[in-house]
Structures are given as structure tokens and as C-alpha cells.
């Protein structure tokens, strides 16, 4: 499934020191059918590019904090700006780390509730079919994604959560069970505007039959994550 | 800290202890023992250089004589992995044993590199970062060859599980394992768990890397065109790790004194990460002459050997190694083992291109010396001319033991106390046989590895199509055709201390198997040879007799060794006793190949309405069985009969039968024998099935709980679609190969064996409950 007349949608990927799933990220871009850009945590040139996904791994060893070094990259200044300006911004994993470091977002990840890593096929529900990343969902609907981290705990104050809650920005809410001790199941949110989605699990690891989580239709034939992908083509071509 | 440093600061004249100086004071007295050298060693050094070394010297030669840098006691026996291999078995080798790895062609321009390595001493010492410097080595070793690493597996074997030290060392070699792995962007696929009170002393930490390259993209350890430079890239040098190669590996470390236990390395996976992505764009570039990582040893290992394979000459001037702490004696430089450093071989105009990728990446960069036809490795610190000797000496010509070894006086009782020698009694009532089949299914041994491997990232670089719980790891290569390849390892250490021969057979056998189940065609194997003490003729027949049958059956089944590693000196008890040492562990990988990883085999049962079809033959054989070990404490006897030509037979029908869709799920028969392969497959995806084995117990004469527990070889369950049995059937007797149909899988979540009703529910809890509650 891609979308047609989508290629010449243009998505960057930004790879920083301690980045490991930029490649995957670039190819889940290319199934959709965009055009993966490459960018680098020192240019501060977004070359053009239509979108962006920050994509999960250790940026900076996770020293500090997950995300914490990250947000001082060159490329992130821009970031900030475009995302403000509406661009379609993706945080995966670390990503979704660096959009909470550099305030995009709001809340924080901190360790998992049992302190180890995790990984696992992870059923999430789809709360905002809305956002630039999710409008190829039902609200409601339930997908199956892998989740993969050690700090992916998501906390934030109650005046926050409930802010969060009545505004619809809960994006995606774990089901079948709270893997890490997250705040209200919450699994990813999204800025006001919807343009900015970050979210613990890997859609970039779910759009190719054989190689995502088990599905319905057999062995790691899940691809749910593909429509993430395919929905930022959708909603540049609605503001093309 | 170390004693060469010591002696070089408290040299007499004040001065660094220079080749010069060594030549005037020939009767200075050198702490060489304590570096885990030997007299007669000290005194070939001192042969072969004319002189006493030096203090820098002394320290190049103690770690790379050692036994894990030298493999001087085991050398003699592993020639016959080369001398067995025949020149049809290396038709796909375009690399072979004696570099970093070896180097497999699967086709299509594709080439795959893999190696199994252990780092058991450091791991019982430092658990978390012993286990992930481990997994930094091997990488390490794979990265060296040119290739991007793609995937790893670790083999890892505990004490009891209920040891008040166990749990210690695996939450610290798991966390490891995972916190480097993880960390790294490597899919962890497969690997081994073990429980066994002979490694409660000894811990076994082994870890596989398999990485991809293109056949051009091959690089090699050698230091060749003069006047190339030789560059340090990667992290600074520091204290970490210094002596760790030549003292933790050559003696025992238990009640030794204080100075043998010397600091165990600290790993940084973000460095790594960097260097991986750093070293692929130099490779990319074209910017490398040669290339070398530093694991043990560490700038004494990679100069004398990058010398020692290149033009042999080499000069160092060492005081631009980058250092993390600027008191680091020249001997404490020369054998710290800190990690995540490379070692390059220049040329002069290609060197500002190569500082500029380094430096893209921020990683530090020193050229610390030039390539020279001297025929010597020479180093200089601040001025002073430190080491000066021929490196073959030091990396290649080192000492070679012919170890004494003899079978131990023990084996025989040992091997006449079999099961039905010592009368251990089958169960007979169904409900025994129910209640033992549970019992087993949650014992440490058989249990769901889940608590563990659910640590372990098995989707980063997208490309993983099988990965544990299925038989072997399977990982996608070229994502336009589908290529790829299946490793699986494995390894028996109750058969191998029962028979050292067959049982490195045995390892091989279901290594191969499990790669065959997946459809995989199996290609070659690598090996991690877990033993005692050579310097007890006890362990070291096993080692001569496992490395032997591994070598015979190598032969046999067509599939040449490429490459691994020995770890001696696996022991804490007194010689020449049955519990001296570890269960001889030689643990075997095979790698195999796929032509559509899309299209490989899992091991479980998919839906209802499958037929399961069990291939091979059950004997009566439960020496040394999982059901021997939880149920009755007991290992005597011989190990099951090994029929490798009937696993050659197996693997070309599993093969074969994947290529023409002729089953849906396989899996092999191995520890707990066709009882807990059935719960295995009906557990993958939550599948019940009907078993029914009365033709099974008639045509090959067994009961029922032998049928169940018996851990015969060649054998395996698959799931045939409806309408293929007979096209299965045919396939097996074009070989001869006996197959019995057993059952077919239901949807009422029951798995049902002669009438035993075993609820899926029940089997999950027990096998997913044992792990969880000791670690949990």
C-alpha cells in the first residue's frame, strides 16, 4: 500500500551519533511511497524536505537523559521552528524523547516500571484519527506495532494529563495491559495543532509483510504501522 | 596495577626501561610469573631476542602468549578444522579460519561473515559489563572484516537456578548482554539458556555477531605498503582491562592472590554505535589499506599482528596513543584492553580524507606510526626505543604445548551407569506421564527463555524474518530479492562430558538441524570451545576428542568451520575429579542459506486442520536427557546414537520441503525430546493439537513416555497442509527416511497426546513461570 501521486513527497530522517533506526525509518518512508531524505544532527538545513521523523536509538549514548543531548543538535533548532510553523513532525522512541526535551511535546519518559528493557508486540488503541500521522485510523481502532525501549515510562502532572485528555492529544493508549508504568496507558500525544505526533513504539518496524509483529494474517505479517507513514503523504497532499 | 609498570618506574637508573638499557642489565630480575608467563616461556623470549626484554616487552609477550591469545594448548588439535576440510567444502569459503572471521559467499555478490566468541572469566568477575564487552568483541571482530554487523545471539550457562549466586550473575550478564546489544542496533535472534550447577563457578558467556558485506568490500588484518601510516581511531586508552587477556585466561582465578584479579574492561555501546556507522563509511570510501580491532591485548595484539601479516615491519611512536589518563605506563598502554578502539592502515594520501570521516563522526583519531620493510615492530616512547623484536615472534610464533591428556580415569563408570543401569524408573500410569511432561515443560532447562529474550531488541534493522523462540534466527540480506541467511547454535554439555566426541558431534548435529528447519541450506559453522584446564590431561582429552568429532563430522556433513574461539581453564575444582571442570561445552553455529527469507519455516503450528507429522525414529535413548536430569538428578551413560548420515537425509527433506510448500511449521527433536518439541510448536501461536502415537509405539517398539522424553537424533515434527501428505511421503522414502503421522492440530486450545489432556493455558504458565519467579 502506498499512495499514489505521494513520490514526490519529500520526508527527512535524521540520524544523530547513537541513532539506530534511521534506516528502518527511510525504508517504512520509501513503502509508503516518499522520497527518504537523509539529514544530519549537525546541519541545521531541513533541505526543504515536506516532513520529519526522529527516529528511536540511543542518541549521544541517552547520556544525561534520553533525548537531553539531542535537543542541543543544530538540526533540532530548525526543527523546533518548522514544527511550529506546521510542519509534520514524527518522534519515535528516542524522537519522542527529544520532542518532550526540546518542549514540543509536553510530559517526560523516565525508566520502564520494571527497570529492564522491553521488547514486544504492543497492541495500542488509536484515541485521535486527527493528527498529520494518524488520519489513515478509525479513532478507536486497535493496531499492533513492536515497542522497543528501556526509558519509556510517560509521566507528566495531572493538570497536564487532564489538559492533554479534554484537548484530545492522547494519540495512542496501550492496550491488553500497561507495559511500562505509563501515565494513563498513554503511549503517544500530539501538539495542539496535530502537525507534531511523538509515541513510544515502532510503526517503522510494522509496513512490511514478514519482517513486523505477528498479525492476523500470520507470522510477522502485521504492517499497521505503514498507515502512519501514508497519512503524512495524505495530509501533504491535502495542503499541497 | 600492573607489576611491568611497576618495574619500569622503579627502574634502577630512573629512566624508562629502553632495548638499550635491557642489553646492560641482563640479570635484571623481571616479574614474569606473575604476568602468567612460564620459565621455559621467559627463557624462549629471552632466546629469541638475544636479551632480557624489556618492561614494555615483557608486557607484549605475557598477553599475547597467553592461552587466549595463543591458543597454544588447543593449536596442535584445531589444525584438523583446515586439515578436515575438503576442497569441495570450501567452494563458498572466500574467507577461511585464521583471520578475524570467516567469510562465506551466498550468492549473488553477497557475502556473510560470522564468529562465536566467549567472554566467560570477565562475566563471572563483572557480570553486566563482562557479558557486553563480550558482545563489543565479537562485534568488533565482524566490523574488521569490512562487513556492517546485521544480527547477534548469545549462549549463555548458569549455575543452578536456584544458586544464591545465581541470580546475580544473570540479571548482570542479561543486562549486559541487552544494555550493549540494544544499544548497538543490533536484532538479537536466537541463542542459548542453560542451567547447571558445573557452571556455578563458571559461568559461560559466549556471543555471536553475524554481519553482511559485498565480496569486494572484504578487508584484512595486515599492515602492507611502506611508509603507510598506522592509525588509533576510537576511544582513548585507559586503565580498563590491563592484563585482563593473559591473567584471567591462563590460570584459574579462584584462590589466587589478589594481583590475578585484574580489572574487568567497561564497554561504552554509544562509542561503538559511532564506530560501526564511522568504519562503514572509511570501508565505503575506500580509505582503508588494513584494519584491525583492538579486543584482547589491545595495542600489542593489533600492531604485532598487523605487522606480523603485513611487510613485517612497524613502527609505533607511542606516546601519541590518546590516553584517558596521562600516567599510563608505555607496558599499561600497550596491554590495556579498553574498548571500542580500531587500528587502521593508511596510505599518506588517502589520510586527510580519513581524519575527515573520523572526524564527521567525532571520533578520535591519532596516527600513532608508519609501515616500514624493517622486518621489526618498533616502538618508541618520548625518545626511548621500548620494544624492538620480530612480530611473528610475538603474534604468530608463540609457544605450542602437545598437552598431555588421557581419558579420565572416571569415564568409564561414568559411562556404564546409564538410565537402565541405574534403574531409574519410567513413569507408566498416564497421569505420571502427564504430571512428568508438566514438570519437564517448566523445568530451567526447557523453560521459555521469554523473561530473557524479551529484553533483547529482535526488530532493529527491519530485516529479522525469525527470531527465538523459533529454531534459528533468520535475517533478510538483499531486500530486493529476499536473500538471506539462518544461524542456529547449539550445544549439549551433559552428552559432551558423557562422550566428548559425539557430543561436539551432537552440537553440530542439531545446530544443523535447527538451520534446516527453516529451510536454510546449511553452508558452514563456527565454533566456542568451552573446556577446563589443559594443563589437566582430563579436560584436555575432552578437548582433543570434542575437536576431533567435531572435525570428523564437519567432514561428513559437507560444512567447513570458519572460524572461533577456545575458552581453557573453565574449573575450580581439584584436578583429575568428575567435577574438576565445567560439562565440556562446545557450543556450534551453523549458518545456512535462504533464497527468500519470506518463505522461511517457523517452528509452530498455525492454525487448525494442519497434519503433524513426526520424521526419524525414536529409540529407547535417555542418557543424558533433560528428563534423566529434572526427574531423577541423573547423568551417566552414552549419549543418544548420532547418525549423521540420516541428519544429512533430514536436512535435505526439510529443505526441500519448505522450497515446494509442503509444510507450514517444523521442529526439531532435541533436549526433552518429542514431548516438548509438540508444546513447543503448539505454544508459538497458541494452536492445540490431537496426538495420537500408537503407530509411532508400535512401529519402533517404545512406550509411551519413551516416546515423549527420548532425545533420539534426526528427528522432527512438521505441520503438512491438507493435500500435500502424500507429496511429503514421497519425499521421504526417495531417502528412505521413516515418517509417521502423529496427529493433527485443533482449534479448542488443548493439546491432547494419547488421550493426556494438556491445556494450553497450563503449559504457558508453566513454561513462562519458572524464569520469571527466580528473576523476575
Aim: proline share 5%; net charge negative; aromatic share 6%.
Amino acid at each position: 500500500m502506498s499512495v499514489s501521486g505521494a513520490a514526490g513527497a519529500r520526508i527527512g530522517v535524521v540520524t544523530f551519533p547513537g541513532t539506530l533506526d534511521d534506516r528502518d525509518a527511510q525504508r517504512a518512508v520509501r513503502v509508503a511511497g516518499a522520497t527518504p531524505v537523509p539529514l544530519w544532527h549537525g546541519d541545521a538545513d531541513l533541505g526543504g524536505v515536506d516532513a520529519v521523523v526522529l527516529p528511536g536509538g540511543f542518541s549521544y549514548g541517552d547520556y544525561l537523559r534520553a533525548g537531553a543531548i539531542a535537543r542541543f543538535a543544530p538540526v533540532m533548532t530548525s526543527l523546533v521552528d518548522a514544527a511550529k510553523g506546521g510542519l509534520p513532525v514524527l518522534g519515535i522512541c528516542n524522537g519522542f524523547q527529544m520532542l518532550t526535551e526540546s518542549h514540543l511535546l509536553p510530559g517526560s519518559m523516565i525508566k520502564n516500571e520494571r527497570l529492564t528493557f522491553i521488547c514486544r508486540d504492543q497492541v495500542l488503541r488509536v484515541e485521535n484519527a486527527g493528527t498529520a500521522w494518524t488520519n489513515e485510523f478509525a479513532a478507536g481502532e486497535e493496531i499492533t506495532i513492536p515497542l522497543k525501549n528501556q526509558d519509556g515510562q510517560y509521566v507528566a502532572d495531572e493538570r497536564t494529563l487532564d489538559e492533554l485528555e479534554g484537548e484530545g492529544r492522547v494519540v495512542f493508549r496501550y492496550v491488553g495491559g500497561n507495559p511500562n508504568g505509563s501515565r494513563r496507558d498513554i503511549a503517544g500525544i500530539s501538539n495542539a495543532r496535530g502537525n507534531v505526533v511523538g509515541l513510544m513504539p515502532h510503526p517503522e518496524h510494522a509496513v512490511e509483510a514478514g519482517f513486523g509483529p505477528d498479525g492476523a494474517a500470520g507470522l510477522r505479517s502485521g504492517t499497521d504501522g505503514l498507515r502512519f507513514f501514508t497519512s503524512a503523504l495524505t495530509s501533504l497532499l491535502a495542503t499541497a | 596495577m600492573s607489576t611491568a609498570a611497576t618495574t619500569s618506574e622503579n627502574h634502577p637508573s630512573g629512566t624508562p626501561d629502553t632495548v638499550e638499557g635491557a642489553a646492560t642489565t641482563p640479570d635484571l630480575e623481571l616479574p614474569y610469573r606473575s604476568l602468567g608467563l612460564k620459565d621455559n616461556e621467559y627463557a624462549d623470549i629471552v632466546t629469541i631476542l638475544g636479551r632480557r626484554p624489556t618492561a614494555a616487552e615483557l608486557a607484549m609477550y605475557s598477553v599475547m602468549w597467553s592461552e587466549h591469545c595463543s591458543y597454544k594448548s588447543s593449536k596442535k588439535h584445531l589444525r584438523q578444522f583446515g586439515d578436515k576440510t575438503t576442497e569441495a567444502m570450501r567452494e563458498h569459503l572466500l574467507v577461511g579460519i585464521g583471520e578475524n572471521a570467516g567469510v562465506v559467499d551466498i550468492g549473488g555478490g553477497w557475502a556473510v561473515t560470522f564468529k562465536v566468541e566467549s567472554h566467560n572469566h570477565p562475566s563471572y568477575v563483572e557480570p553486566y559489563q563482562g557479558a557486553a564487552t563480550g558482545v563489543g568483541g565479537i562485534v568488533r571482530d565482524i566490523i574488521s572484516m569490512g562487513a556492517r554487523p546485521v544480527a547477534i545471539m548469545d549462549q549463555l550457562r548458569f549455575g543452578a537456578i536456584d544458586h544464591p549466586d545465581t541470580a546475580r550473575v544473570v540479571h548482570g550478564v542479561v543486562g549486559g548482554v541487552g544494555g550493549y546489544g540494544n544499544s548497538l542496533g543490533l536484532p538479537n535472534i536466537g541463542g542459548e539458556t542453560e542451567f547447571d550447577p558445573c557452571y556455578q563457578g563458571n559461568p559461560l558467556v559466549n556471543a555471536l555477531c553475524v554481519g553482511v558485506l559485498r565480496h569486494e568490500d572484504i578487508h584484512l588484518a595486515s599492515a602492507t605498503g611502506v611508509g603507510n601510516k598506522v592509525v588509533l581511531f576510537g576511544a582513548r586508552t585507559g586503565g580498563d582491562g590491563i592484563g585482563g587477556a593473559s591473567i584471567l585466561a591462563s590460570e584459574t582465578f579462584e584462590g589466587g592472590v589478589p594481583t590475578k584479579r585484574p580489572s574487568v574492561q567497561v564497554g561504552d555501546p554509544f562509542m561503538e554505535k559511532v564506530l560501526i556507522e564511522c568504519c562503514l563509511e572509511l570501508f565505503h570510501a575506500g580509505l582503508v589499506e588494513g584494519i584491525q580491532d583492538l579486543g584482547a591485548a589491545g595495542i600489542s595484539c593489533a600492531t604485532s599482528e598487523l605487522a606480523s601479516n603485513g611487510d613485517g615491519g612497524m613502527h609505533v611512536d607511542l606516546e601519541s596513543v590518546l590516553l584517558r589518563d596521562p600516567s599510563l605506563t608505555a607496558g599499561e598502554i600497550l596491554m590495556s584492553e579498553s574498548q571500542e578502539r580500531m587500528m587502521a592502515v593508511v596510505t599518506p594520501a588517502k589520510l586527510e580524507a580519513f581524519l575527515a570521516v573520523t572526524a564527521k563522526w567525532d571520533v578520535e583519531t591519532a596516527v600513532i606510526g608508519e609501515v616500514n620493510d624493517s622486518g621489526r615492530l618498533t616502538i618508541d616512547h618520548f625518545g626511548h626505543r621500548i620494544v624492538d623484536v620480530d612480530p611473528r615472534t610475538v603474534a604468530h610464533e608463540g609457544p605450542v604445548y602437545d598437552r598431555p591428556f588421557a581419558r579420565p580415569a572416571w569415564q568409564d563408570a561414568l559411562n556404564a551407569d546409564g538410565v537402565t543401569a541405574a534403574g531409574l524408573a519410567l513413569p507408566t500410569s498416564p497421569e505420571e506421564v502427564r504430571e512428568q511432561l508438566l514438570t519437564l515443560v517448566a523445568s530451567p532447562n526447557l523453560a521459555s527463555a521469554s523473561w530473557i529474550t524479551d529484553q533483547y531488541d529482535r526488530y532493529v534493522q527491519g530485516n529479522t524474518a525469525l527470531a527465538m523462540p523459533d529454531d534459528a534466527g533468520v535475517i533478510r540480506v538483499d531486500e530486493s530479492t529476499g536473500l538471506g541467511v539462518a544461524i542456529a547454535t547449539d550445544a549439549n554439555g551433559r552428552f559432551a562430558k558423557l562422550d566428548p566426541y559425539t557430543g561436539a558431534q551432537h552440537a553440530l548435529a542439531e545446530a544443523y538441524r535447527n538451520v534446516a528447519t527453516t529451510g536454510a541450506r546449511p553452508l558452514a559453522v563456527t565454533d566456542c570451545l568451552n573446556f577446563g584446564s589443559p594443563e589437566d590431561p582430563d579436560s584436555m582429552w575432552q578437548l582433543v576428542e570434542a575437536i576431533t568429532g567435531l572435525a570428523d563430522a564437519c567432514q561428513v556433513l559437507g560444512v567447513p568451520v570458519t572460524g572461533g574461539n577456545v575458552s581453557l581453564y573453565n574449573g575450580t575444582g581439584e584436578p583429575g575429579r568428575i567435577d574438576s571442570s565445567i560439562n565440556p561445552t562446545p557450543v556450534v553455529g551453523v549458518l545456512g542459506v535462504l533464497d527468500d527469507v519470506a518463505h522461511a519455516t517457523p517452528s509452530g503450528w498455525r492454525g487448525a486442520g494442519e497434519t503433524i507429522v513426526l520424521l526419524g525414529t525414536t529409540r529407547a535413548e535417555l542418557d543424558g536427557s533433560v528428563w534423566a536430569d529434572v526427574v531423577h538428578g541423573h547423568l551417566g551413560g552414552l549419549p543418544p546414537q548420532l547418525d549423521l548420515a540420516a541428519e544429512k537425509a533430514l536436512a535435505a527433506i526439510l529443505v526441500n520441503a519448505s522450497r515446494d510448500d509442503l509444510v507450514l511449521a517444523a521442529h526439531d527433536l532435541s533436549k526433552g525430546g518429542l514431548g516438548q518439541s509438540l508444546v513447543d510448536a503448539a505454544l508459538r501461536f497458541g494452536v492445540g493439537a490431537r496426538i495420537d502415537l500408537t503407530a509411532l509405539l508400535t512401529r519402533d517398539g517404545v512406550d509411551l513416555a519413551t516416546a515423549l522424553f527420548s532425545e533420539s537424533t534426526a528427528r522432527a515434527i512438521v505441520a503438512v497442509p491438507r493435500g500435500s501428505e502424500v507429496a511429503l511421503a514421497d519425499l521421504c522414502s526417495a531417502r528412505g527416511f521413516p515418517l509417521v503421522r502423529i496427529g493433527e492440530t485443533t482449534e479448542d486450545g488443548v493439546l491432547e497426546i494419547d488421550g493426556l489432556e494438556l491445556g494450553l493455558d497450563e503449559l504457558r504458565a508453566a513454561s513462562t513461570g519458572t524464569l520469571a519467579r527466580h528473576f523476575g
